[in-house]
């Protein structure tokens, strides 16, 4: 029997979500993938409008065959949000862009007219597609074989094992923090009906309780890598192995033209 | 092999060692060593001073000799003496490094120089026979207690060291999982000439040992047996006139994890007022996702549950804790305050409990009794794992609801502690509340009134509750 909340598929956690393995973008090796963000996010800024919404369209697709679970989107919808309005901060507060009709003047020179609000919506497009290509490859990719990627790729082993702790500490505070959620959610906290001072205080014990467990989930770390023979940074770290196919090596040299011609123009 | 000899570590806040020892012991390879303690008598000590995480990463002030192969500890780099000894800690949640059990598994054998394919085929037996390969592309957070513990066993003695020092193996093990690790660690000994070193709480079985030696106070002695396991202070009355009206229901519940795991698989269960039933079963029976479900940390996919005979369904998460709240398998995430007092208070806090001198000298009686009411401004974290899961009891304790969710709270206690805590929730069930608690290893019989089974994610009358 599959899960039903995930329509009998089979998930995975990965670094920070779950995955299916019966993604179609998880037959893809991780170097095309990555390969492909960096193009996303190279070219999403160059490019014109219509192409942008073209590959936000692209990429609602690739979600789609991903199989990517609502929720993964909902967990990353506060940062965006957050994001976007900054962005709309900054245009509504402090930018000068003159095309369209003047609508009002700041005492500071700054002023807002009907192409801010253009302009606004033309960034933040922009932005969604790189932070949804970005969903996109980390739902899709495993920390190990992004490790795998970098070693495969000779890095040298200490940006390799900088990236290692990076990605499995991030993969494991991620860990520890819905831990702490749950907690206080069996100790009766509601996280939508709270009033302002209630906030603070739970502010301050999650806060708390992230802090004191990332200080010793560090600490703990240390002495597994001691315990477990592990000399940073000489000892490899993954026993993983990426297979390679003609497709793969389609997209990434794909990639590499349009990230070329992009430069060159 | 290992050899000690009048020696004694002081931690830095201490004034007395942590662990001392008058003359000299010899533990061989090929032996089983056990030394048993009660909480705090140095057994933690004694691992770090000999895998040599004290003094690599925990300083304090050691005198003595502690000799390997005979060569004396400190003339040994970290890497020669981490080749020869593997120790895994009793916190074992610390030392998850992968997000993959695979990974995980694989880590400790990489620095052994050995090609990529044997390590493959090496962590594969492995895993299979420690029953987790199946598991081996999930996350270790995601295992049960007991798997975790395994697989940061398996991952160790993977490197096969020459001595092995385990500190509290045991504590999250069931039954079948304790006794398939004794007979591992038998045969790493015997069959391997290694030898295991292994630092149990007083009372775990350990007629297993070649050599049996105690800690008490922090000084290692020839092992003196001692009485029961718990005192018989504690009798439960079953005997009931009047049945007590129906507190918590649940019917039907279904729970499938996302990687396809099926948790429950329609568990039925009717709990009446003052009454303590224990669930016990095997390491990712259903046990831990059963309570989590009952306290709405998760949501079943089927079934319904009743609180005093009304549908939880729609209601606060705050009005369920009101009348439930749950003491978690993991103590560090509940550890939300800077104090102990701030901790103590904290669950009644949120449930906007009204606190009364009465109940508040009830708060500091049972602080008191634990020895932790002197510490009260202090961090739970500079106290041992067994007091912090105590201190966590107390403070749900002061939340006075009417059912108590209790995920292993007996696992990592001290016998005294046991027995301080199982009065304390005696006196609960008398007074009306209702407890339901799960144990992978049984709790004695006087503790409770009615005991499941967890099998394949169902409940199971056991003997006991049929009598």
Redesign the interface.
């Known amino acids: ?6 329509g009998g598929d ?6 920070l979500f ?1 995955f299916s393995e019966r993604s179609l973008l998880r037959k893809i090796n991780p170097c095309a993938l990555l390969s492909t963000l960096i193009m996303v996010n190279l070219i999403s800024f160059y490019v014109s409008r219509g192409v942008v919404i073209a590959t936000m369209v692209l990429m609602i697709g690739s979600a789609w065959v991903s199989k990517l679970e609502l929720r993964t989107w909902r967990l990353i919808l506060p940062l965006m949000t957050g994001f976007l309005f900054i962005i709309t901060i900054g245009y509504f507060f402090f930018s000068q862009i003159s095309s369209g009709v003047m609508l009002w003047k700041y005492p500071w020179g700054d002023f807002v007219t009907t192409g801010t609000f253009i302009a606004m919506m033309d960034v933040a497009l922009r932005y969604l597609v790189c932070a949804m290509a970005t969903v996109l490859f980390l739902a899709n990719v ?3 074989e992004l490790i795998a990627l970098f070693q495969s790729l000779r890095f040298p082993g200490l940006v390799l094992w900088t990236f290692a702790l990076i990605f ?1 500490s991030v ?2 505070l991620v ?2 923090f819905e ?2 959620i ?9 996280f939508r ?1 709270t009033s302002l001072p209630e906030g603070f205080t739970l502010l301050r ?2 806060l ?2 992230f802090m ?2 990332a200080f ?2 560090m ?13 940073k940074p000489i ?7 990426l297979s390679w196919t003609w497709l793969d090596i389609g997209i990434i040299l794909f990639n590499l033209l349009i990230i070329l011609w992009f430069l060159r123009n | 092999m290992l050899e000690l000899e009048d020696c004694s570590f002081t931690y830095p806040s201490m004034r007395v060692p942590a662990f001392r020892l008058s003359g000299s012991v010899r533990w061989k390879c090929g032996e089983v060593v056990v030394v048993s303690g009660e909480c705090g008598s140095g057994k933690t000590t004694l691992a770090k001073l000999i895998s040599g995480i004290i003094p690599l990463f925990e300083a304090g002030v050691f005198e003595g000799d502690i000799r390997i192969n005979g060569k004396l500890i400190n003339q040994l780099t970290p890497e020669e003496r981490i080749k020869l000894v593997g120790c895994v800690l009793e916190d074992s949640d610390l030392h998850i490094f992968t997000t993959s059990v695979w990974d995980e598994m694989t880590l400790g054998s990489l620095s052994l120089n050995k090609d990529a394919e044997e390590i493959a085929g090496q962590s594969e037996r492995e895993l299979q026979s420690w029953q987790l390969l199946e598991k081996k592309e999930k996350h270790p957070l995601e295992l049960s207690g007991g798997e975790r513990q395994r697989l940061a066993i398996a991952s160790i003695m993977a490197r096969s060291p020459k001595i092995m020092v385990l500190d509290n193996p045991f504590s999250q093990l069931d039954m079948r999982n304790r006794q398939s690790l004794r007979e591992k660690l038998i045969k790493y000994a015997h069959g391997g000439n290694n030898l295991v070193v292994l630092l149990l709480p007083e009372g775990e079985q350990a007629d297993f040992a070649d050599r049996l030696f105690s800690l008490e106070g922090g000084e290692l002695q020839p092992f003196r047996p001692h009485g029961d396991v718990h005192s018989e202070t504690l009798q439960r009355s079953r005997n009931k006139s009047q049945p007590e009206s129906v507190v918590l229901t649940a019917e039907s519940l279904e729970f499938v994890y996302p990687d396809n795991t099926k948790a429950l698989n329609g568990v039925n269960l009717e709990i009446r007022k003052g009454t303590w039933v224990t669930i016990t079963g095997e390491n990712g029976s259903g046990k831990s996702t059963l309570l989590k479900i009952l306290a709405g940390v998760l949501q079943p996919q089927k079934g319904k549950i009743w609180l005093n005979g009304k549908d939880v369904k729609g209601w606060l998460t705050k009005e369920r804790a009101r009348i439930m709240q749950m003491l978690f398998q993991d103590i560090n995430p509940q550890v939300l305050c800077p104090t102990i007092w701030e901790l103590s208070i904290l669950p009644s806090k949120i449930v906007g409990q009204i606190s009364d001198k009465s109940r508040e000298n009830n708060l500091k009686k049972c602080l008191e009794s634990s020895e932790l009411y002197n510490r009260k401004d202090s961090d739970p974290f500079n106290l041992r794992i067994s007091e912090r899961q105590l201190l966590l009891l107390i403070s749900l304790l002061f939340a006075a609801p009417l059912v108590l969710l209790l995920d292993e709270p007996f696992s990592r206690m001290s016998r005294r502690e046991q027995e301080i805590a199982a009065l304390w929730l005696n006196e609960f069930c008398e007074e009306g509340g209702t407890i339901l608690c799960t144990s992978h290893g049984g709790l004695p019989i006087r503790w409770h009134d009615i005991e499941f089974r967890m099998v394949d994610g169902c409940l199971v009358e056991t003997e006991m509750t049929k009598k």
């Open positions: 029997m599959g899960c039903p909340s995930c089979f998930r995975i956690k990965g670094m779950y495993r920390e190990s499995r993969g494991l860990s520890d831990r702490i749950e907690v206080l959610r069996g100790r009766g906290v509601g009906k014990n999650i708390w309780a004191v467990s010793v989930r600490d703990g770390l240390n002495q597994t890598l001691y315990l477990r023979g592990i000399r000892t490899p770290i993954t026993t993983r192995k």
